[in-house]
């Protein structure tokens, strides 16, 4: 027969059960919500490398260029839908959207702004996404100005000739930006024609007033016969853009070879250099890694359809080199 005491016992542990079961049921529901922290497998957060952009004073009926760079810094994939640019002469260079950053990748957005009346200009960059800020702004400000006498980039040297480069090497060449009248922001570059290639300087870059930032220009052809290209640098200066021409020419590796011989030294030599150029006169480069004991060399790193000049040298016991021989000529076919 089961008594009071013990049915209140019964009761009060079947309240506590109860109790258990439904703290159970109501965690499980709360685990199921979605979770918009960026973490365990939910939206992440979208960030801007800037949440402002200034473009800086730019010359009326020119442009200038600038970049934003979004982070995805949760752990699974964000899709953003739009991306809008308001305010005047602020504009979003062409895109593909949507566009999807994976979690912990970034992708970049460009705009340009290209004011067509003198004065302050405000805008805005609208980008709306999946993830847990799913709206997310970047002011972005410039200046149009008319005063053509402000600001001069220039660009030298004006055009870059490689002449003829292997194909499959590389040819780097150097360049430079200089700035007058006041300080220039450079904000892209753009290059074209097959193999060229721009490096040693980072974008936006700015260039004080009197001083020059050097650049280095690379050709990498990978196929023969003639390239043309340019670059095209934007910035705020009042002669924006500046440009430069490129030239060269890929060449096949050629299977010929020049056999040189000289007499020998009538002075007691340690040895012999024998240098090359590909202009009659110089400059010549040194072909050998260490001196020649005897006198004949064989050239086999030969291009096809160039043209070179040779010259040797002596070399002393006391490691003095004599002035360069009578120049000797080699047509490849």
Not at 73 to 98: D, E, N
Not at 177 to 190: D, H, I, W, Y
Not at 206 to 222: E, I, K, L, R, Y
């Amino acid at each position: 027969m089961l008594n009071v005491q013990s049915f209140r016992r019964l009761l009060a542990t079947a309240v506590v059960s109860l109790l258990v079961m439904t703290m159970a049921a109501c965690q499980g529901l709360s685990s199921a919500q979605p979770n918009n922290s960026g973490k365990g497998g939910g939206p992440g957060q979208l960030t801007g490398s800037s949440s402002i952009i200034s473009f800086g004073n730019v010359q009326v009926g020119s442009k200038q260029s600038q970049s934003v760079t979004f982070t995805n810094s949760g752990t699974a994939s964000i899709t953003v839908s739009a991306a809008t640019v308001s305010g005047s002469g602020f504009s979003l260079i062409a895109g593909t959207l949507p566009f999807t950053v994976a979690a912990g990748q970034n992708q970049t957005l460009s705009m340009t702004f290209a004011p067509q009346t003198a004065g302050a200009a405000n805008g805005t960059l609208a980008v709306t996404s999946n993830a847990s800020n799913r709206a997310l702004d970047v002011a972005l400000s410039g200046t149009g100005t008319t005063n053509a006498g402000s600001s001069q980039l220039s660009v030298s040297p004006a055009s870059i000739n490689f002449g003829n480069v292997a194909v499959g090497s590389t040819q780097n060449q150097n360049g430079k930006l200089s700035a007058s009248g006041a300080s220039v922001t450079v904000s892209s570059a753009e290059w074209n024609g097959e193999g060229y290639s721009v490096s040693g300087i980072t974008f936006p870059a700015t260039v004080p007033a009197g001083q020059s930032v050097p650049f280095t220009v690379t050709f990498a052809p990978q196929t023969a016969g003639s390239s043309a290209g340019s670059i095209v640098f934007d910035s705020n200066a009042s002669n924006s853009p500046a440009n430069e021409t490129l030239s060269g020419a890929g060449t096949q590796t050629s299977s010929h070879s020049v056999a040189l011989s000289w007499h020998a030294s009538t002075s007691e030599v340690i040895g012999y250099n024998i240098y090359r150029g590909t202009q009659s006169g110089g400059p010549y480069t040194k072909l050998n890694t260490s001196l020649l004991s005897n006198n004949s060399y064989s050239d086999t790193s030969v291009q096809s359809g160039t043209t070179y000049y040779y010259v040797a040298t002596a070399v002393d016991s006391a490691n003095e080199e004599s002035i360069y021989s009578k120049q000797a000529t080699a047509a490849i076919p």
